[in-house]
């Protein structure tokens, strides 16, 4: 099984300043026949079910601001919020769908400092 | 707009059995893979199994922790998944989503993550 691991479990950043989330496979996740990187983000807000961010490693999903991107390739994926606002207060998964089982990283809880 | 509605949830004893249903609207059913995945109480997230569009074999997978008791299946005529889960376990306790893969169109062996999702059911198992 591919095992996805997060970091950190969580970070408080101040309003406006950059939020950076690590995940990372323990296999690459990169299809070699077509360069894609099978390797999506969620954000879940309390409450609610997870909302799909990004994927393909760094294809934002239609609908998502800008400050929103993914980066990283083969085993190591960043996702950056870059003004973080207080509507972005959520658990964030990154999740890997190159081989099953489909599996999700821990989660990293996102709060305002 | 895509819209994903569970239902059959609720209380069961260890042991039982229960069957959730997700009603699908505003897509071509047919067209996608479907999964359920899970969370347990404040817990991260799980997936269950998929099944894919009939267009590709209709193929099953299922993760370790279910396979040989739950089952999913797909009527397309109706656009409801479902989910079978059988001799069930405490640690089966979550809350179920249903989620709709992303189109496969151009795809030969078509991507299976979670594009869009239902609010949940919860499923609780205790004696």
């Known amino acids: 099984d591919i095992v996805m691991t997060q970091s950190p479990d969580s970070l408080a950043v101040s309003l406006g300043e950059r939020a950076t989330i690590n995940c990372k496979s323990s296999q690459s996740v990169l299809y070699n026949s077509n360069n894609k990187n099978y390797l999506a983000w969620y954000q879940q807000k309390p409450g609610q079910p997870p909302k799909l961010l990004i994927d393909?490693?760094?294809s934002r999903e239609s609908g998502v601001p800008d400050r929103f991107s993914g980066s990283g390739s083969g085993t190591d994926f960043t996702l950056t919020i870059s003004s973080l606002q207080a509507e972005d207060v959520a658990v964030y998964y990154c999740?890997?769908?190159?081989?099953?089982?489909?599996?999700f990283g821990g989660g990293t809880k996102v709060e305002i400092k | 707009e895509v819209q994903l509605v569970e239902s059959g949830g609720g209380l069961v004893q260890p042991g039982r059995s229960l069957s959730l249903s997700c009603t699908a609207s505003?897509?071509?059913?047919?067209?996608?893979?479907m999964s359920w995945v899970r969370q347990a109480p404040g817990k991260g997230l799980e997936w269950v199994a998929f099944i894919k569009s009939k267009a590709y074999g209709g193929t099953i997978e299922y993760a370790a922790s279910v396979k040989g008791r739950f089952t999913i299946s797909r009527d397309d005529s109706k656009s409801v998944a479902y989910l079978q889960m059988n001799s069930l376990k405490t640690e089966d306790t979550a809350v179920y989503f249903c989620?709709?893969?992303?189109?496969?169109?151009?795809?030969?062996?078509?991507?299976?993550?979670?594009?869009?999702w239902g609010q949940g059911i919860l499923v609780t198992v205790s004696s």
């Open positions: 999740q890997q769908y190159y081989t099953t089982p489909l599996t």
């Open positions: 393909w490693a760094s």
């Open positions: 505003g897509f071509t059913f047919g067209d996608f893979a």
């Open positions: 989620t709709r893969a992303p189109t496969a169109n151009g795809y030969t062996y078509p991507p299976i993550y979670f594009h869009s």
